[in-house]
Nanobody
Framework: QVQLVESGGGLVQAGGSLRLSCAAS??????MGWFRQAPGKEREIVAR????????DYADSVKGRFAISRDNAKTTVYLQMNSLKPEDTAVYYC?????????????WGRGTQVTVSS
C-alpha cells in the first residue's frame, strides 16, 4: 500500500511559479508521476520520475517549464512549475506505480487545485 498526499496548489498569476509536493508513505514505489485534469479534458500525465533511478519524462506542453524531483529520503516528490500559463489550470494528482511488471499507476492522491489567472 502507498499513501499519497499532495499539497502546494493555489492561485497564481500567469508567468508565476508554484511548487507542488507529494508526501508518500508505505511501500516503495517503482515510479512516481504527476498528472493533471482540467475541466472538460482527459487526465494527462505531466511528468514522471523513476524511484530506483533518476530518469525523468515530461509532457511536451510542460517541457522546459516544469521539473519533477524527489528528496534524498525518497519520501517526497515535487513538481516545480515555472512560467505558468492559464492552460495549466487543473487539478494535479500525484500517482505511484509499484509494479515493475505492469508499470501501472495503481495509487493516487486526492489532488490539489492549481489555478493560473490570465
Amino acid at each position: 500500500q502507498v499513501q499519497l498526499v499532495e499539497s502546494g496548489g493555489g492561485l497564481v498569476q500567469a508567468g508565476g511559479s508554484l511548487r507542488l509536493s507529494c508526501a508518500a508513505s508505505g511501500r516503495t514505489a517503482y515510479a512516481m508521476g504527476w498528472f493533471r485534469q482540467a475541466p472538460g479534458k482527459e487526465r494527462e500525465i505531466v511528468a514522471r520520475i523513476g524511484w530506483r533511478s533518476d530518469s525523468t519524462d515530461y509532457a511536451d506542453s510542460v517541457k522546459g517549464r516544469f521539473a519533477i524531483s524527489r528528496d534524498n529520503a525518497k519520501t517526497t516528490v515535487y513538481l516545480q512549475m515555472n512560467s505558468l500559463k492559464p492552460e495549466d489550470t487543473a487539478v494535479y494528482y500525484c500517482a505511484a506505480s509499484t509494479s515493475l511488471i505492469t508499470t501501472a499507476w495503481d495509487y493516487w492522491g486526492r489532488g490539489t487545485q492549481v489555478t493560473v489567472s490570465s
